[in-house]
């Protein structure tokens, strides 16, 4: 009876610290994009709220600045709509940089409309800085570099594993620990 109260206790305090330590984390910003007469209007949001001054800078399809700026106290701005059909937009809030957002055109909008920003993450996106003589140049990563984060379901189900496995060592501890009563003659 007292190893299975102490696995019960066990398995609650993980199941418990596993739901605290996914959920304790911060979600990432998100960018909507809607195309209008020309134009490209953005909101950026974090958890619902607007991220007022973020810096955003606009790339052309030959990788050109298009245009930057800032976004307002709601979290919005816009800029024209580039040429061509594919162009890139790099936003920076704080003194994180995300990775730049390729966004394409496809009729009277842009693709994707919503973007859960990423910060270091996509090898598409990533730029080394090297230094020269008269300032700084970016250049792109290898295209073979990949960083792929583990989902939140892969997380979980390592803590859930792990948490069955504690269990199955506590049971296997209780069941040894018990006495056999002996035979009386």
């Known amino acids: 009876m007292r190893c299975s109260k102490i696995m ?3 398995t609650t305090l993980l199941g418990f610290a596993l739901i605290a330590s996914s959920s304790a984390k911060a979600v990432e ?3 909507a994009f809607v195309v209008s007469d ?3 209007s953005f909101t950026l949001t974090r958890d619902d709220k607007p991220v007022p001054d973020a810096v955003v800078r606009v790339y052309d399809e030959q990788g050109r600045m298009f245009g930057e700026g800032e976004t307002g106290s709601e979290g919005r701005g816009e800029f024209p709509l580039p040429r061509g059909n594919l162009f890139r937009v790099e936003i920076k809030i ?3 940089t995300a990775d730049m957002i390729p966004l394409t055109k496809v009729e009277d909008r842009v693709v994707p409309s919503t973007v859960l920003l990423s ?3 996509a090898p598409c996106c990533r730029f ?3 230094a020269t003589g008269y300032g700084t140049i970016r250049q792109g990563t290898p295209a073979d570099a990949t960083l792929i984060p583990p989902s939140i379901w892969v997380k979980a189900g390592g803590g859930i594993i792990l948490t069955l496995l504690g269990a199955a060592v506590i049971v296997t501890a ?3 620990n018990r006495t056999v009563p002996k035979e009386t003659e």
């Open 174 to 176: 209780c069941r040894s």
């Open 29 to 31: 910003p998100q960018a």
């Open 94 to 96: 704080g003194d994180r």
């Open 38 to 40: 020309g134009w490209v």
């Open 119 to 121: 910060f270091g993450l």
């Open 8 to 10: 019960i206790s066990v």
């Open 128 to 130: 080394e800085t090297k």
